[in-house]
């Protein structure tokens, strides 16, 4: 089965650090979105993206985080400087025409 | 008001039993999502719907699009059904997903 994989599955950081987190989408899949999802919030859109053109971004704090698609088989998520209270799964998903999303596995964000 | 709404926070159930996941939503909608995310797990897209009824195994997913309601059937449930299950709405082709809250679903043996 195709499938979006997310690096790294876990990272534990230091409050301030820069923390980049990769999406490998499915191939052909032309949407890709960021999630975020926390106990208190649940999921979240943070942005995405559609022909790696940037579409919505409004959910992420501009200041500390960025988001982009250099080529269509990687998606990539950025926080500089991190905080505790990122701490997190980041969820990457891809989509494509009439079907359904596609979730990867997460990564799961610590910052201490 | 949240825009998708589900109830109760919390479900448990016996291993056997058949078992409803209720989901309303207050926009208009091009499909509605059912999810599934086992305890530290991935998400697992179980359900895409824009009208009537879809079956997968033990799962059935109904949605009624006049009253924006959907529901999720598990019949004769297993503890690994024990999972958190979400439901989602996309406005539109390719659109980005707004989420409920989840139901946190115990089947006990």
């Known amino acids: 089965d195709a499938r979006v994989t997310q690096t790294p599955r876990h990272k534990v950081t230091e409050m301030g650090q820069e923390v980049t987190m990769r999406c490998q989408p499915i191939l052909g899949h032309n949407t890709v979105f960021w999630y975020r999802q926390t106990m208190m919030q649940g999921l979240e859109l943070l942005a995405y993206?559609?022909?790696?053109?940037?579409?919505?971004d409004s959910g992420m704090p501009k200041d500390r985080f960025s988001a982009e698609m250099p080529d269509a088989t990687l998606a990539t998520l950025k926080i500089q400087p991190s905080e505790p209270r990122d701490s997190a799964v980041y969820f990457c998903?891809?989509?494509?025409?009439?079907?359904?999303?596609?979730f990867g596995s997460g990564t799961r964000l610590t910052v201490v | 008001k949240n825009e998708v709404e589900q109830s109760p926070q919390n479900l448990t159930a016996q291993e056997g039993e058949f078992i409803t996941i209720n989901c309303s939503y207050s926009?208009?909608?091009?499909?509605l999502h059912w999810l599934q995310q086992h305890p530290g797990g991935g998400i697992v897209s179980l359900f895409m719907?824009?009208?009537g009824k879809k079956k997968h195994g033990r799962l059935i997913a109904t949605i009624n699009i006049q009253e924006k309601h959907s529901s999720l059937h598990i019949t004769a449930s297993h503890p690994r059904d024990s999972a958190v299950y979400i439901c989602?709405?996309?406005?539109?082709?390719?659109?980005?997903?707004?989420f409920g809250k989840g139901i946190t679903l115990s089947v006990r043996p």
């Open positions: 998903a891809s989509h494509e025409g009439s079907g359904g999303y596609t």
């Open positions: 719907l824009s009208s």
């Open positions: 926009v208009g909608i091009s499909a």
């Open positions: 993206f559609r022909n790696r053109a940037p579409l919505d």
């Open positions: 989602a709405v996309s406005r539109g082709a390719n659109s980005k997903l707004t």
